[in-house]
């Protein structure tokens, strides 16, 4: 008996279509951790903003604060195009806890 007969296909560049998708979906469940660019993204909302929350208007920092998509990174064909400064604001963690609880019940 050979050990590795039931090996997995070694994975081959450019086989899977849906390598793209996998990747998107990836980035939706850990945007923040996955993308070091997205801190840059926040900290130039926070300062397009003003330091405060677009919502209650409350002053935030980086560490009270969430970079919250104005349109939902879903409606985009990818995450890039989502993560765009234009689509981009600042919330501080209580009104982007109440935004992601009611676009969940939607
Ligand atoms: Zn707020």
Same mark, same amino acid.
């Given at each position: 008996m050979s050990p590795y007969v039931s090996r997995p296909m070694e994975y081959e560049a450019g086989?899977?279509?849906?390598l793209e998708d996998n990747e998107w979906e990836a980035d939706i469940r850990k945007p923040e951790k996955r993308r070091p660019g997205q801190m840059d993204l926040k900290q130039a909302a926070l300062e397009r903003d003003g330091h405060? $929350? #677009?919502? $209650?208007?409350c002053l935030v920092l980086s560490e009270t604060s969430h970079v919250d998509h104005i349109k939902p990174? #879903?409606?985009?064909?990818?995450f890039e195009q989502a993560n765009t400064l234009d689509n981009v604001q600042t919330l501080c963690l209580y009104c982007h806890k109440q935004k992601s609880r009611s676009e969940r019940e939607v």
């Open positions: 086989q899977g279509k849906y405060q $929350c #677009r919502n $209650c208007g990174v #879903r409606k985009f064909a990818s």
